[in-house]
């Protein structure tokens, strides 16, 4: 069974920076892309950032240059640096692993920036 269990979220002013750490289990985690998701109140879910298996990088245009995703494949772990946080940035982030075309998703983490 996938578990993917991420942390890192947090309240942050405007400005300031946070680091998102998902860690997968129950998956060939280096065969599997991998994304960040995240949700607004109010809002459908966005995808923000993706990684491939083999380190290819994707952004939401809202987040390019600001954000960055990585993977660690000998820690299982994907990452999400994120700088230059804004207001509207705020919202619920979830890690989500595609192996195969089957999806999975973490339990999200709250990121709030305030002003």
């Known amino acids: 069974q996938v578990q993917l269990v991420e942390s890192g979220g947090g309240l942050v002013q405007a400005g300031g920076s946070l680091r998102l750490s998902c860690a997968a289990s129950?998956?060939?985690?280096?065969?599997?892309?991998m994304y960040w998701y995240r949700q607004a109140p109010g809002k459908q879910r966005e995808l923000v950032a993706a990684?491939?298996?083999?380190?290819?990088?994707n952004y939401a245009d809202s987040v390019k240059g600001r954000f960055a995703i990585s993977r660690d494949n000998a820690k299982n772990t994907v990452y999400l640096q994120m700088n230059s946080l804004k207001l509207e940035d705020t919202a619920v982030y979830y890690c989500?692993?595609?192996?195969?075309?089957?999806?999975?998703w973490g339990q999200g983490t709250q990121v709030t920036v305030s002003s």
């Open positions: 990684i491939t298996s083999g380190g290819r990088t």
């Open positions: 989500n692993a595609d192996l195969y075309g089957r999806r999975s």
């Open positions: 129950g998956i060939i985690f280096s065969i599997a892309d």
